[in-house]
């Protein structure tokens, strides 16, 4: 995977952008996990010494995959027996605020890289850019009405959110200004050796409107979302790599259900050139 380190990416940034008389200005939103896998193991037993007869009963388990357990499982695969390199950093979702670009980055005492191909694209569009081909019968065969919002009767409706409200920014140096609540559903999808999930979420939160000034340049974009969601779906899991080692185990893979939470924080505003 390329790996772009933020110390060495923005002396870059900063010559060219200077050359440009352009300043490349970020939204930065912190990314937390908690979900709850389950998987199904066997245990066996003897039931009696002459002749000695064995029961074999299933068992199912559960594993919690946090925030750090996600990070570790990037880590792992981006710098291998080095993963630590990364321990103790963040998970967070940029916006460029001058062309919209979205990403995950990893981020480390200043140090930061790109992982959003192990996302397979599912932060795009405020997490729904793959809802409707991961769930299609979210949209199919539902029909808008004739002249309304929505689109004719013939066309399907593609809205899977709900906006309502607007709220105004709290005192005039915020640079989080006014902002929506939302509704909507969701799809977060991660793609790792060790750790693997497609999840659908649902929940509440708030579309801001991102600003911040430099050198008197107002840089701004509106309807960037963060949202509390509840989410099940299915995982894939090498339980022995990722939650209590780094390859000194063989592997274990189980897969089965997964629900749980995924916060998606409120916005803030950075200089740091964005993806």
Do not use: C
């Amino acid at each position: 995977m390329n790996k772009i380190r933020f110390s060495f990416f923005a002396a870059g940034a900063a010559l060219a952008l200077a050359a440009g008389g352009l300043h490349a200005q970020t939204s930065i939103q912190r990314l937390t996990f908690s979900l709850i896998g389950e998987y199904q193991t066997n245990i066996f037993s003897t039931n009696s010494d002459n002749p000695p007869l064995t029961n074999e009963d299933s068992k199912i388990r559960t594993v919690l995959v946090g925030t750090g357990n996600v990070i570790k499982a990037l880590a792992v695969d981006l710098e291998g027996t080095n993963y630590t390199n990364w321990t103790g950093g963040s998970l967070v979702r940029e916006v460029n605020l001058t062309n919209g670009n979205e990403g995950i980055f990893l981020r480390v005492n200043g140090n930061q890289t790109n992982v959003s191909s192990f996302f397979d694209g599912s932060y795009s569009n405020d997490f729904t850019a793959g809802l409707s081909n991961a769930f299609p019968a979210l949209t199919n065969n539902i029909s808008g009405l004739t002249n309304d919002i929505y689109g004719s009767s013939n066309n399907p409706i593609p809205q899977v959110e709900l906006v309502r409200g607007w709220r105004r920014m709290t005192n005039p140096t915020n640079t989080t200004t006014n902002f929506v609540a939302t509704a909507g559903l969701y799809f977060i999808s991660l793609n790792t050796t060790n750790l693997k999930f497609n999840l659908v979420g649902v929940g509440d939160g708030v579309a801001s409107d991102v600003a911040g000034d430099i050198g008197g340049t107002l840089y701004e974009r509106t309807n960037i979302h963060s949202e509390y969601l509840g989410t099940a779906g299915t995982f894939y899991l090498n339980v022995e790599t990722n939650i209590y080692g780094a390859g000194t185990n063989p592997p274990m893979y189980f897969t089965g259900p997964m629900h749980g939470t995924i916060n998606i924080g409120l916005p803030w505003f950075s200089s740091i050139p964005g993806p």
